[in-house]
């Protein structure tokens, strides 16, 4: 199904924050060490979700993956302005993914991958903004049960996985996205388990 909701304040981050902001970053190397598994087909994962949540400048997409790379779950929500905080971006993406999907940390081991897709301006270089994306990410799969998967990037000049060197010129931040029904067709894994149509892309999720 699809629902709206307001995303939480991500953006109100007080001076103490911003203080500890550098402790809550991670470093391309250490990313890149980390151990996130690889996406079999990027390109598809990227596509499907720019159809689906249509994300324009500072928007974060959070895509839940099962087993077989199928899309489980996702929501969209846009980052306010502020100093980059890995703290509160763990919680404006643990909070999303508590709307849309139950956790598992009954289990043993993760048996889905959250991914991440982050529209901003800019070149395809690491920012500090990245890395508080990149250590948000990591700790919310941890609270969440999930595998801590990619961290994508969405520029004008095309999208881009950190840490795996694999990337393309379409979608970019600014192109059009295709129909939903395009994507279905061309994106086939993507379609099954997620409700489309957004009229709100950036205060829209889809669920299982």
Do not use: K
């Amino acid at each position: 199904m699809t629902f709206g909701f307001h995303s939480p304040a991500a953006g109100s981050i007080g001076p103490s924050a911003e203080s500890a902001s550098r402790l809550r970053t991670l470093e391309p190397a250490e990313w890149a060490a980390a151990g996130i598994p690889l996406l079999r087909n990027p390109r598809e994962v990227v596509s499907g979700l720019h159809s689906r949540h249509r994300p324009t400048t500072a928007t974060a997409v959070v895509a839940v993956l099962d087993h077989e790379e199928r899309l489980a779950a996702s929501a969209s929500f846009t980052r306010r302005s502020a100093p980059a905080d890995g703290w509160e971006f763990r919680n404006a993406l643990l909070a999303h993914l508590r709307r849309v999907i139950p956790h598992d940390l009954r289990r043993r081991a993760p048996a889905r991958t959250a991914v991440l897709l982050y529209c901003r301006e800019g070149d395809e270089r690491w920012t500090e903004e990245d890395g508080a994306w990149m250590w948000g990410l990591r700790d919310a799969c941890t609270l969440h049960g999930l595998r801590c998967g990619a961290y994508i990037t969405l520029t004008r000049s095309g999208w881009q996985v950190f840490g795996e060197g694999r990337g393309g010129r379409h979608p970019g931040l600014g192109s059009r996205p295709a129909a939903l029904g395009e994507a279905s067709t061309e994106y086939g894994s993507l379609s099954p388990r997620t409700a489309g149509g957004a009229a709100e892309p950036l205060r829209r999720t889809a669920a299982r």
